[in-house]
């Protein structure tokens, strides 16, 4: 079992920019693969970026260039730099961690880009 806590979403106007945190416990995190989602109103689920333990990354379309996953293994914490955010990036955004048997999520945090 994995226990999960997302941190540091907020209010920020187009353009700006900021980082979220999910800190993992429960489990041997250096080999999770670790995840972040997220879901806009009245949308699915969408897999934002993923980031491998061994550390190779993958992102979404619509947010290369501007988003980037990074894990620190010794905390236990995966990250997700958020730049030149839209009003479209508005969302909950979820971290997950993957393992052999199954997904493990956190609660969410929420992110919302407007002027």
């Known amino acids: 079992q994995v226990q999960l806590v997302e941190s540091g979403g907020g209010l920020v106007t187009p353009g700006g920019s900021l980082r979220l945190s999910c800190a993992a416990s429960?489990?041997?995190?250096?080999?999770?693969?670790m995840h972040w989602y997220r879901q806009a109103p009245g949308k699915q689920r969408e897999l934002v970026a993923t980031?491998?333990?061994?550390?190779?990354?993958a992102y979404t379309d619509s947010v290369k260039g501007r988003f980037t996953i990074s894990r620190d293994n010794a905390k236990n914490t995966v990250y997700l730099e958020m730049n030149s955010l839209r009003p479209e990036d508005t969302a909950v955004y979820y971290c997950?961690?993957?393992?052999?048997?199954?997904?493990?999520w956190g609660q969410g945090t929420q992110v919302t880009v407007s002027s």
């Open positions: 980031i491998s333990s061994g550390r190779n990354t």
């Open positions: 429960g489990s041997i995190f250096s080999t999770l693969f």
């Open positions: 997950a961690a993957q393992d052999a048997l199954s997904h493990y």
